[in-house]
């Protein structure tokens, strides 16, 4: 989606003033939602269940903070010696060459490092899923023992063959 941005952007940029960018808009909707859900997405896959929502908070506090702010201060102050047009083409051209050398990277490195990601994950989902099972036997045999106690108490030493179960 950030690479169809960028083509359009640079194939429309020549129009001055870019009304086209009116009917772009329309796209920032959907284009936002994917995005998001993606990236989402590719978080909760990779980072440890114990900080989802650091996660969810530090994406979103870098994309619509830091990322808007960034580029609505560098819009503005190229849009006096560039022209409207200029920071189009000039927006259009980093936004392609920055998706090619994050894409390129990822390449290179990001599949290795994912895998590796991931296989630490799996381990340590394992072990807290084994501690939870190992404590939810502890709370089911001490509520057993517990119901088979009370039901001696109550029944005079005879346990009903229900709360043993």
Known sequence: MVALAALINLLLSR??????????????????????????YYGFKICPPD???????LSGTFQWVVGKGIGSFAGGQLSGPL??????????????????V???LYRIWGGRWEA???ERKRIVVEAMEDAADGNNEKKQS???TSSIRVEEQVHGGEADEVSKL
């Open 83 to 100: 022209g409207l047009p200029g920071v189009f083409i000039y927006s259009g051209s980093v936004l392609a060459a920055a998706t090619s």
């Open 15 to 40: 129009q001055s003033p870019p009304y086209y960018a009116l009917a772009l808009a329309l796209l920032d909707g959907p284009s936002v939602a994917l995005q998001w859900t993606a990236t989402l």
């Open 51 to 57: 900080l989802v929502g650091t996660m969810a908070s």
């Open 116 to 118: 590796d990601v991931l």
């Open 142 to 144: 001490g509520r057993k």
């Open 102 to 104: 994050v894409w390129l």
